[in-house]
């Protein structure tokens, strides 16, 4: 039981992580120095990718569980 709890958290941190640097990579493309952002902007991307990278490890740990289960 305990691997299996470690294992989920194992696997939701490490789609925590991937979806958090693909999303901070992607936002790093789109800035242009010649046009201004205003900080709400930035607070608003900010706040996105740490809600759709929490939201991608809780899947990805779930996903671990599912597979874990019909083995």
Known sequence: M???I??????GVVGFVVTL??????????IHD???VP???RRHTRRTT??????????????WLLVQRLD
């Open 6 to 11: 470690l294992g989920a958290l194992k696997w």
């Open 39 to 41: 900080e709400f902007k």
């Open 50 to 63: 740490i809600v759709l990278s929490i939201f991608a490890g809780i899947l990805s740990g779930l996903v």
């Open 34 to 36: 010649d046009i201004p």
């Open 21 to 30: 640097f693909l999303m901070v990579m992607f936002e790093a493309s789109r």
């Open 2 to 4: 305990l691997d299996t």
